[in-house]
């Protein structure tokens, strides 16, 4: 099993920065890929980026060169930095980790863009 614990959502201004982090516990090497998506109220969740096992990531084309993902393997954190922000970025933000066993949810974090 893994576990995911989500933390660093928050208010910014369009044109900053945030980081939002997902600390996994459990069978963490087992995590490929670990992925991140959004949601606002009355939408479908939707793919933002994601970081397989040995580092290789891919991203929607909507963040592509904004939202960077990278990990600390030693703290077991995944990161989702967010970079000159929009308020259309505005949504609750996930990570989703996948293994050959099963897949786990993060509890969500809320990212609030204001223009």
């Known amino acids: 099993q893994v576990q995911l614990v989500e933390s660093g959502g928050g208010l910014v201004q369009a044109g900053e920065s945030l980081r939002i982090s997902c600390t996994a516990s459990?069978?963490?090497?087992?995590?490929?890929?670990m992925a991140w998506y959004r949601q606002v109220p009355g939408k479908e969740r939707e793919f933002v980026g994601r970081?397989?096992?040995?580092?290789?990531?891919d991203y929607s084309d909507l963040v592509r060169g904004r939202f960077p993902i990278s990990r600390n393997r030693a703290r077991n954190q995944y990161y989702l930095q967010m970079n000159n922000l929009k308020p259309e970025d505005t949504a609750v933000y996930y990570c989703?980790?996948?293994?050959?066993?099963?897949?786990?949810w993060g509890q969500g974090t809320q990212v609030t863009v204001s223009s």
């Open positions: 989703y980790a996948v293994t050959p066993w099963h897949n786990t």
């Open positions: 459990g069978s963490v090497a087992s995590i490929n890929p």
């Open positions: 970081m397989n096992a040995n580092g290789g990531t």
